[in-house]
């Protein structure tokens, strides 16, 4: 999903990515980091950092066959460099010894998934799923809401909207705050003509992550326009040109809005636009004025939060004026 225009940081989806490959790459790259650490001490301006990573893995690999993080470090890495192959072969190493470890399961299960090989990964993410039954801590387990969701993907890919409904929502059951779980849910929601529930998801998931992505705003656009909602669609495509990275058309058409039925919503968009481009006064008027119209505005709140303003701030108070 696109980075938010003029923002230099990573998105808030791409850091909910990572984090969700974090139960995996925390453990994994713990555990070679003393090795690694001296090899990257020489003076080498040769290899990259991914290849001196792969290099030290290997290295380990063949000096202790069956040392499993090593394995599992080894097949990220292969991962990452884009050897699919060399990384499946890797993760399926690791099961032949431990059939079961949900770390190589969820690897390789995710590097078949970003081969197209949907029946091959399903199987990984169900394994997983099966495994945890009856575990203490399986509602808790991020490894288990992660093959929840990256299963629920296989099925929308699949054109099978109702099964990935039930493992979005059962990767919710994990992690309530997942964007990208209920993002996907909108969508399979959305295919099956349920654009009121499907609304309500996007929403949600632009909560917890209000940029860096366009997707939801597209399936917002989409999903009110068959409600026949004209304004609150008009709304979600003005912020999906401000994704886009065309703010001047974003602000227009936000603009235009600022008088009709979606007027806290579009108030609340400028304020995110006056937000990202650091215009902190600018931003604070705009969440004031959102607030003003609709005193439940998520976004204004959220927006003032960020900024470290309560909304009866008087310095928001005058800033509004």
């Not at 808030?12 to 790459?25: F, P, S």
């Not at 288990?144 to 629920?152: D, E, I, K, W």
């Not at 992690?175 to 959305?190: F, I």
């Not at 936000?254 to 006056?274: E, F, K, W, Y």
């Amino acid at each position: 999903m696109a980075v938010t225009a003029q923002s230099p940081r990573i998105s808030d989806q791409a850091l909910g990515r990572l984090l969700k490959w974090g139960v995996i790459a925390f453990v994994v790259l713990l555990a070679l980091f003393s090795g690694f650490y001296v090899i990257t001490q020489r003076v080498n301006t040769g290899p990259s950092v991914l290849e001196r990573q792969i290099s030290a893995a290997e290295q380990a690999v063949q000096q202790t066959p069956r040392n499993l993080p090593a394995r599992l470090a080894l097949a990220a890495a292969y991962r990452q460099s884009g050897r699919i192959d060399d990384s499946v072969a890797q993760y399926t190493e690791v099961l032949r010894v431990d059939k079961t470890n949900m770390d190589a399961l969820l690897g390789r299960g995710e590097t078949l998934l970003d081969a197209g090989k949907l029946a091959e990964a399903g199987a990984d993410f169900n394994a997983i799923i099966k495994a945890s039954v009856g575990g203490e801590f399986a509602r808790v387990d991020q490894r288990v809401g992660a093959a929840h969701y990256f299963l629920a993907e296989v099925q929308q890919r699949q054109g099978n909207a109702g099964p990935a409904i039930a493992e979005a929502q059962a990767a919710l059951a994990v992690n309530s705050t997942d964007s990208d779980a209920l993002y996907l849910l909108g969508s399979a929601l959305a295919s099956q003509g349920k654009h009121a529930a499907a609304v309500d998801s996007f929403l949600r998931a632009l909560t917890f992550v209000p940029t860096g992505w366009c997707e939801p705003y597209e399936g917002l656009q989409s999903s009110w326009t068959k409600l026949g909602q004209s304004a609150k669609a008009s709304y979600a495509q003005g912020m999906a040109q401000f994704c886009r990275g065309k703010q001047a058309d974003a602000t227009a058409t936000l603009q235009s809005l600022t008088q009709g039925p979606a007027a806290a919503d579009a108030m609340a968009g400028l304020g995110l636009i006056a937000e990202t481009a650091a215009d902190n006064s600018g931003a604070i008027s705009w969440y004031r004025k959102a607030l003003a119209k609709d005193p439940t505005s998520i976004n204004a709140m959220a927006g003032l939060s960020r900024l470290g303003i309560t909304p009866d701030s008087p310095t928001a108070t005058n800033a509004a004026k």
